[in-house]
């Protein structure tokens, strides 16, 4: 397993606790928009991140015609529109289904499974996850207990190498390797470790997607039984744990509880930007948006791979006749030296009302190093997980760089330090 990056321990469950809301979640989706200082806002989830040519001409398109002209990319690898006129949801829900992003409208907000976005294409880890992302979307669609689940709920499918597998998954696969010390593809053996609520059960392979389905299905067993409205397994008290290995029992699954080593669940390396094995580019949208015309010269590809780092994994590209050059034409984050690599923010002024600062426009690289990410409110909405370093506006014009007041005009040198400082003494959320 690669784990260049300190380890992230999963969130502390919070146990114990009373009933924690009495509302569903209010997650944006493509049908329910939300309602921002910049108008409204439709949040498109795109299971592993996959958007095919076609999909992405109609983003592109809808952006410019419907919204602001720019797709936000999540931490979660989903897509965000902004700045959509009132009124405009039917004619936005009319072109994101012709072109497959909206495969079942009840469930459109559950489709959150993020995977390893090299997978199959760098030699390294399991390259059956991106199939298991498409046959557990096409479960979670095809029954209908599942749009129960909430917009938050977080389905993770790593391939092995630890890239994704501590983003904070509800329901984590890890691809399993074969007793090799190696991560390559062919050291792999299919067979999957399911991780939920702190319980670990080894599956096989061709099981996976169904087992991941199951331990939703347990999840939300648990969540009634609790009645604490909880939308993620980590808010359920104690005694209501999932029944993960009796809903895996009633699947039909055969399977094995382990140890749950939880200290697999750590937070690898993303994917540098550049070439990403011989078929394919990686590159990183600039603080986590993009334009239309930016988005659009990503084509042509197989497909694009949007990754919870705010980047695009172009497959079927390569780094010869001039195409790395061509995507850095447009502004792309295209090299690992960039010291725009790994920076990212929030929504901030004027888009967000609670933002106390423009923080896109304040927003200096520093020079490279840890992730920084720049926040207008304490909320820190979009943050990296791992290690990285907190920029936070303050009322008073000001920012705190990892808690210390910093005045604007000081930024660069403030995160400069902070980015090339040890991460022992920089933030770990
Ligand atoms: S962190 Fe605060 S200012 Fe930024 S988008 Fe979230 S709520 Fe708005």
Same mark, same amino acid.
């Given at each position: 397993m690669l784990a260049a990056m300190p380890p992230t321990p999963p969130s502390a469950p919070e146990r114990g #606790?009373?009933? /924690?809301?009495d509302r569903g979640d209010a997650c944006p989706g493509a049908l329910r928009l939300h309602t921002a200082d910049d108008g409204r806002l439709a949040r498109l989830r795109l299971p592993a991140g996959r958007l095919t040519a076609r999909q992405i001409e109609t983003l592109a398109h809808a952006a410019e015609s419907l919204g602001d002209g720019r797709i936000s990319l999540t931490s979660r690898g989903n897509a965000e529109l902004r700045g959509l006129a009132e009124g405009c949801g039917a004619e936005l829900a009319a072109l994101l289904a012709e072109a497959g992003l909206l495969p079942s409208p009840t469930h459109e907000r559950v489709r959150n499974i993020v995977a390893s976005p090299a997978a199959g294409l760098d !030699? @390294?880890? +399991? &390259?059956?996850v991106q199939l298991w992302a498409r046959e557990l979307d096409e479960l979670l669609c095809a029954e =209908?207990?599942?749009?129960?689940?909430? *917009?938050?709920f977080l389905f993770v499918l790593d391939? *092995?190498? *630890?890239?994704?597998? !501590?983003?904070?998954?509800?329901v984590t696969l890890v691809a399993v390797e074969r007793g090799s010390s190696s991560v390559s593809s062919?050291?792999?053996?299919s067979s999957a470790l399911l991780y939920v609520g702190g319980r670990a059960f080894r599956v096989g392979g061709a099981d996976a997607p169904r087992a991941a389905l199951a331990a939703a299905g347990a999840f939300l067993d648990a969540a009634r039984e609790a009645g604490? *409205?909880?939308?993620?397994?980590?808010?359920? &008290?104690? #005694? $209501?744990? &999932?029944?993960v290995a009796g809903a895996l029992d009633r699947a039909g699954i055969a399977a094995e509880p382990v140890p749950?080593? #939880?200290?697999? @669940?750590v937070l690898g390396p993303p994917p540098a930007p550049g070439? @990403? +094995? &011989?078929?394919a580019l990686y590159v990183l949208a600039p603080l986590g948006r993009l334009t239309a015309a930016q988005l659009r010269a990503?084509?042509?590809?197989?497909e694009v791979r949007l990754t919870p780092w705010r980047g695009a994994v172009v497959v079927g590209?390569?780094?010869?006749?001039g195409r790395l050059a061509g995507l850095t034409s447009y502004?792309? /984050?295209?090299? =690992?030296?960039?010291?725009?690599?790994g920076v990212t923010a929030c929504t901030g002024l004027p888009g967000c009302?609670?933002? @106390?600062?423009?923080v896109r426009a304040d927003a200096h690289p520093g020079a490279l190093g840890l992730p920084v990410h720049y926040s207008? $409110? #304490?909320?820190? $909405?979009g943050h990296p997980h791992g290690t990285w370093v907190d920029v936070v506006a303050t009322a008073d014009g000001a920012y705190l760089v990892d808690g210390a007041p910093i005045p604007r005009t000081a930024l660069p040198e403030a995160v400069t330090t902070a980015r090339t400082?040890? =991460?022992?003494t920089t933030t770990t959320r």
């Open positions: #606790e009373a009933r /924690i809301r !030699g @390294l880890g +399991g &390259p059956e =209908p207990w599942t749009a129960a689940l909430s *917009g938050r391939d *092995g190498r *630890g890239d994704v597998a !501590g983003l904070g998954g509800d062919a050291s792999f053996s604490n *409205g909880a939308w993620r397994v980590r808010e359920l &008290p104690a #005694e $209501c744990a &999932p029944d749950a080593a #939880e200290s697999l @669940l070439p @990403l +094995g &011989p078929t990503l084509l042509p590809a197989e590209a390569t780094a010869e006749a502004g792309l /984050i295209t090299r =690992p030296d960039s010291p725009w690599a009302a609670k933002s @106390l600062a423009d207008g $409110c #304490e909320r820190r $909405c400082t040890t =991460p022992a």
